[in-house]
């Protein structure tokens, strides 16, 4: 089971947002750069950074920030927030992105993901964010009326590499994460499966590690910056068996 700490970019900062909503946001004194610093240290190999500044313009607002955590830390991260063109995936494998998370882009436009699956193989990860059974999209803001399963099977041979479910109802709600729906997802997922929103206590990472075999990992966000998950003890998950 992997362990993904989260750290989402706003201005050059670490922000959190409730429910995607840029109006209810808390900003931490950390840089993304030092935060990245702090979860290396503690044995974490995984991170995944949403860039909030990318997902309100469609650019790689912050590529020198991600190149320099890869360049300084040597740490496996999966980026999203805004990726709407093959170039833009270009710019972050070219820096040592392991993982490119497309969202809304592939959702209204299943040919480009089609396409970025055979350009980078394995490069891609797909983010699917649901509210009450169906897709959101454009932040949140827009209901895209897809159920998430019939989505799914539509591009489920396309080849993307990760799944990353995110249920927008407990995103920052620090409420437990949906593991029954999460679950419907890994049943059918052709990839593994990554558990998003509303992680708030150790027991939630135990839980999530007698899941289903499909399940690759777990994203721990407010949780650790609100300090109700201590990072060493977070660390000591990563150690213990699945």
């Known amino acids: 089971m992997k362990i993904f700490p989260a750290i989402d970019i706003k201005d050059k900062k670490c922000v959190r947002l409730v429910k995607g909503d840029f109006d209810n946001k808390t900003e931490y004194a950390m840089s993304p750069v030092e935060q990245a610093g702090k979860y290396k240290d503690h044995g974490f190999k995984n991170l995944h950074i949403v860039d909030l500044d990318g997902a309100l313009t469609g650019e790689t607002v912050n590529l020198d920030i991600i190149q320099e ?12 927030g805004g990726v709407r063109n093959i170039e833009s995936i270009h710019k972050y494998i070219d820096v040592g992105v392991e993982k490119v998370i497309l969202g809304s882009a592939a959702i209204k436009d299943k040919n480009f993901l089609k396409e970025a699956c055979q ?6 990860a797909l983010g699917l964010d649901a ?13 895209s009326n897809q159920l998430i399963l019939n989505y799914l099977k539509d591009v ?58 499909n399940i690759e990992g ?18 000591k998950e990563l150690d213990a068996k699945k």
């Open 69 to 80: 955590i890869i360049n300084k830390f040597d740490i496996k991260i999966e980026i999203g």
């Open 119 to 124: 350009k980078f193989p394995n490069k891609i």
């Open 131 to 143: 509210k009450d059974g169906y897709l959101s999209i454009s932040g949140w803001k827009e209901n």
């Open 156 to 213: 489920n041979d396309f080849g993307v590499s990760r799944l990353i479910y995110t249920d927008i109802n407990r995103d920052g709600m620090k409420q437990s994460p949906n593991f029954d729906e999460t679950t419907k997802v890994a049943d059918i997922s052709n990839c593994p499966v990554i558990i998003s929103g509303g992680v708030s206590s150790i027991d939630d990472i135990k839980k999530a590690k007698e899941l289903n075999n």
């Open 218 to 235: 777990i994203i721990v966000g407010k949780a650790i910056y609100d300090g109700d998950i201590k990072l060493d003890e977070l660390a």
